[in-house]
């Protein structure tokens, strides 16, 4: 049982943490990124209010993420892509950088399909796996929208790049480059 309200806690958590009042530095790079790939590949996203603000941490480098106050009052929903502030992700390959990018706006998608009960859904979600059912899901329309190559990319340089306390976990809840592989097989027969 605490189990299982812990993890609708990291659900919730994950769903809607609060947009961070204020101005957000943005990052240069990362806003022209995720403009690129918001125009190329998410068309239904065109008019929605995504801003791009940064975070930092040692095993995360992308979050997508809603505004909860917005969401509580009825006011138009306002969207955000939170960026790694460090220099890490800067060497990254820019094919990675695209496809993760896709990922997050795939997440943004999906918060933006439904209506406001559509996404207070998602605080009840049943605990066991909703992880990496998310995670997953979004790497699917990533690659639906073409970007397995560099997702495949991204997920290895991530392995890379996080503390080996947090290897299992990103295996877990994404899909790996052996599972982008099958999934571009079964979908190509
Ligand atoms: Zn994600």
């Given at each position: 049982?605490?189990?299982?309200?812990?993890?609708?806690?990291?659900?919730?958590?994950?769903?809607?943490?609060?947009?961070?009042?204020?101005q957000?530095?943005?990052?240069?790079?990362?806003?022209?990124?995720?403009?690129?790939?918001?125009?190329?590949?998410?068309?239904?996203?065109?008019?929605k209010?995504?801003?791009?603000?940064?975070f930092?941490?040692?095993?995360?480098?992308?979050?997508?993420?809603?505004?909860?106050?917005?969401?509580?009052?009825?006011?138009?929903?306002?969207?955000?892509?939170?960026?790694?502030?460090?220099?890490?992700?800067?060497?990254?390959?820019?094919?990675?950088?695209?496809?993760?990018?896709?990922?997050?706006?795939?997440?943004?998608?999906?918060?933006?399909?439904?209506?406001r009960?559509?996404?207070?859904a998602?605080?009840?979600?049943?605990?066991?796996?909703?992880?990496?059912?998310?995670?997953?899901?979004?790497?699917?329309?990533?690659?639906?929208?073409?970007?397995?190559?560099?997702?495949k990319?991204?997920r290895?340089?991530?392995?890379?790049?996080?503390p080996?306390?947090?290897?299992?976990e990103?295996?877990?809840?994404?899909?790996s480059?052996?599972?982008?592989?099958a999934?571009?097989?079964?979908?190509r027969?």
């Amino acid at each position: 049982m605490i189990r299982c309200r812990s993890t609708i806690l990291v659900a919730v958590f994950l769903a809607c943490v609060p947009v961070a009042p204020g101005q957000p530095v943005v990052l240069e790079w990362a806003e022209r990124l995720v403009r690129n790939v918001q125009s190329t590949s998410f068309p239904e996203l065109a008019k929605k209010d995504i801003r791009i603000d940064q975070f930092t941490s040692d095993s995360d480098y992308f979050q997508a993420r809603f505004s909860i106050p917005r969401f509580i009052l009825g006011r138009r929903m306002r969207y955000v892509i939170r960026v790694n502030s460090g220099a890490t992700l800067l060497p990254a390959p820019e094919d990675a950088r695209q496809a993760i990018v896709a990922h997050e706006l795939a997440h943004l998608a999906y918060y933006a399909k439904g209506n406001r009960l559509h996404l207070l859904a998602l605080l009840r979600f049943p605990a066991k796996g909703f992880r990496e059912r998310f995670e997953k899901r979004a790497d699917v329309e990533a690659l639906r929208r073409g970007y397995a190559q560099g997702l495949k990319e991204y997920r290895v340089w991530l392995y890379e790049h996080v503390p080996p306390g947090t290897l299992p976990e990103k295996r877990r809840d994404y899909l790996s480059p052996a599972e982008i592989d099958a999934l571009e097989r079964s979908t190509r027969r």
